[in-house]
């Protein structure tokens, strides 16, 4: 009697199983495959780093305002050099730019957590630290979202993007819990550590890519990047943008509803949980955990379909109905409707992530699309820190409920407008 030995079974084999499911069909691609991993990972140990940071700044210092510094240290630095990357992304390779940022990011990791653990850190080390992250990402993030239509079929675009934003989401349900877990055994050090090994592994699953080259690299790259072209690339991706009525007005509308739905959720939410439903710290962390299952779910809609039509219907709605159930929050209704409320803002957002990705990778010309995604990310992005200190001066002056009310509202308002009174925007298949 010949006994069968048991069958192994490979991660190949195991992405090629996924991938016979319709929200994991792109991971046919090996090479989508290896960024998608790599990402994911690094992603959970951005926000393993979050709560270790924060754990350490209230031990060393105890200052709130240290905090919010750290974090603007590493959100301004990303608005000023997004334009510089989205140039850079659509002259070179855009996966060497990739690895080049995660060795980057793991060595100067690596090096604070080292500081840490000989009791030499400081916060100043922190804030070079995040400056250096918040440049890094300027180049990175643009590089990412040009990088994937380049690897995979057209057709398998839904489920690249779901996928990529499904990493993010496990990154912020994951990233807490793993990050207090490893604080309070191992301690803040450790954790540093941990962040640094993910900007590690990504990179060394990148590696095996740093031979492909778009097309639209190998011709872009001819001679040096000089201070005249650079200037030019970048009127030439202001210009686009500028001469496309959809871009430009979907850019402006998720400047302002940035606004109106990031203000209240980081800044009043902690305040409506404690001043008017009386509550503790694990009602506002439930909350905050219900908004990314609810990414997680629209994600896996959104991703099963092989096409999407009527992109501009997906975005305009999607920011409506997150309108709506933002300010369910302002209203006194059972706490249950909040967490139902919470979860389909969540999917509505993502909805319109998604569909408005995908729309710039089919629609842009690749050898552009660097420079507008980072046109897109920095005017979409340029008014939250104006947003959350008007959010903070609100929600002293009217209350918390109130500033729900009217953010979500606004976004509605918003929303409609631009959907109802452009036939860009209704007609954007």
């Keep these: 009697m010949i ?14 199983s996924l991938a016979r499911m319709a929200i994991f069909r792109s991971l046919g691609s090996r090479s989508f495959a290896l ?75 690596s090096g604070v957590a080292v500081l840490a653990m000989c009791n030499l850190l400081q916060i100043w080390h922190l804030y070079l630290l995040n400056l250096i992250f918040g440049i890094v990402d300027a180049f990175f993030q643009p590089a990412y979202t040009a990088a994937v239509p380049d690897l995979i079929h057209g057709d398998d675009l839904p489920s690249a993007n779901a996928l990529s934003s499904l990493g993010v989401q496990a990154g912020r349900i994951a990233g807490p819990a793993l990050g207090a877990a490893v604080v309070s055994v191992g301690g803040t ?15 060394a699953l990148l590696a095996p890519l740093r031979g492909l080259s778009a097309p639209h690299a190998a011709a872009s790259a001819q001679g040096h990047i000089t201070a005249p072209t650079m200037l030019a690339d970048l009127r030439e ?36 949980i404690e001043d008017t439903w009386h509550a503790d710290i694990g009602t506002l962390g439930l909350l905050y955990a219900l908004f990314p299952v609810g990414c997680v779910i629209g994600g896996l809609w959104l991703g099963r379909r092989a096409q999407l039509r009527q992109h ?14 933002l300010s369910m929050f ?10 139902i409320a919470a979860i389909v803002n969540g999917a509505a957002l993502e909805i319109t992530s998604l569909a408005w ?15 507008v995604a980072s046109v897109d990310a920095l005017g979409s992005f340029a008014l939250i820190p104006i947003g959350y200190a008007l959010t903070g001066w609100v929600t002293e002056l009217l209350g918390a409920p109130l ?27």
């Design 357 to 371: 990705t995908g729309v710039l990778q089919q629609r842009i010309p690749q050898d552009k699309l660097g420079r």
């Design 189 to 203: 050090p450790v954790a540093f550590a941990l962040n640094g090994l993910t900007f590690f592994v990504a990179a």
């Design 312 to 325: 501009g219907l997906l975005i305009y709605a999607g920011l409506i109905g997150a309108g709506l159930m």
């Design 403 to 429: 500033v729900f009310v009217i953010g979500g509202g606004l976004t509605v308002v918003v929303a409609a407008l631009a959907l109802i009174g452009h036939p860009a925007i209704r007609g954007l298949d």
């Design 35 to 109: 960024i998608w991993s790599g990402q994911t990972l690094s992603r959970i140990g951005d926000y393993l780093y979050q709560v270790a940071l924060a754990w350490w700044v209230l031990e060393q210092t105890g200052s709130a305002m240290a905090m919010a510094s750290l974090l603007t240290v590493s959100f301004a630095p990303t608005l000023l050099f997004l334009l510089i990357g989205g140039v850079a992304v659509d002259r070179f390779s855009r996966i060497k730019i990739m690895l080049v940022s995660d060795v980057v990011r793991g060595i100067v990791a």
């Design 3 to 16: 006994v069968q030995q048991p069958q192994r079974t490979s991660i190949t084999d195991l992405l090629r």
């Design 237 to 272: 991706g202001i210009g686009t943008v500028l001469s496309t009525p959809w871009l430009w007005i979907t850019i402006l509308v998720s400047a302002l509803t940035n606004v109106t739905l990031a203000g209240p959720y980081s800044v009043a939410l902690p305040f409506l």
């Design 330 to 339: 302002g209203l006194e209704v059972p706490f249950v409707v909040l967490g």
